[in-house]
């Protein structure tokens, strides 16, 4: 069974940092993309970062661009994301996903995400 | 970049009448589009991709359609268990945008 077991979310002050992680089983982690989508309150949901299986491809929203870092480790199966200059607006639900895809040189990276972590909070707030 | 627009934001239908919802991609995205289920309490649940392929374990009480710009997700029989937020997403390049959400509930 695929599982997704999230961990890092909490209350940090405007301007701070966190790392949230994401621990992978059940399936050949090093073989799928992941992501991070996040949900703010009352809001519906926003794509924020993606990787590529071997981790040689990242990908970020504008809203996080500059800010956020997205990594895997695939010896440990966990992926990882790290926050740093956040704001309120990043005051969310972060979930992590497994995703489906490939590479269409028309497109690019095309991803979709087929089974979810059970989210971690995140809260920025003084 | 390109934006997704879902049609309605909200309804509220009788248990058993066919639903529709739509959505616009604001340029062509091909078949490039999934779309999810989002229960309160939950977690976000896959319920087709590739515009029309449904997921693995998903109820044929759901269909989609379309390609290009213009997309329909159909519940063909509404259960209580279908109340949700359904999102349709772009994903053939990023940022692979969500539109805003369709909150469905019974009459």
């Known amino acids: 069974e695929v599982q997704l077991v999230q961990s890092g979310g909490g209350l940090v002050q405007p301007g701070g940092s966190l790392r949230l992680s994401c621990a992978a089983s059940g399936f050949t982690f090093s073989d799928y993309p992941m992501s991070w989508v996040r949900q703010t309150p009352g809001k519906g949901l926003e794509w924020v970062s993606a990787?590529?299986?071997?981790?040689?491809?990242?990908f970020f929203a504008d809203s996080v661009k500059g800010r956020f870092t997205i990594s895997r480790d695939n010896f440990k199966n966990t992926l990882f994301l790290q926050m740093s200059s956040l704001r309120a607006e990043d005051t969310a639900v972060y979930y992590c996903a497994k995703s489906l895809g490939g590479y269409d040189p028309l497109w690019n990276y095309y991803y979709y995400m087929d089974v979810w972590g059970k989210g971690t909070t995140v809260t920025v707030s003084s | 970049d390109i934006q997704m627009t879902q049609s309605p934001s909200s309804l509220s239908a009788s248990v058993g009448d066919r639903v529709t919802i739509t959505c616009r991609a604001s340029?062509?995205?091909?078949?490039?589009l999934a779309w999810y289920q989002h229960k309160p309490g939950t977690v976000p649940k896959l319920l087709i991709y590739a515009a029309s392929t449904l997921q693995s374990g998903v109820t044929s009480r759901f269909s989609g359609s379309g390609s290009g710009t213009d997309f329909t997700l159909t519940i063909s029989s509404l259960q209580p268990e279908d109340v949700a937020t359904y999102y349709c997403q772009k994903f053939n390049s990023a940022p692979w945008t969500f539109g805003q959400g369709t909150k469905v509930e019974i009459k």
């Open positions: 340029q062509g995205i091909s078949n490039y």
């Open positions: 990787i590529s299986g071997s981790g040689g491809n990242t």
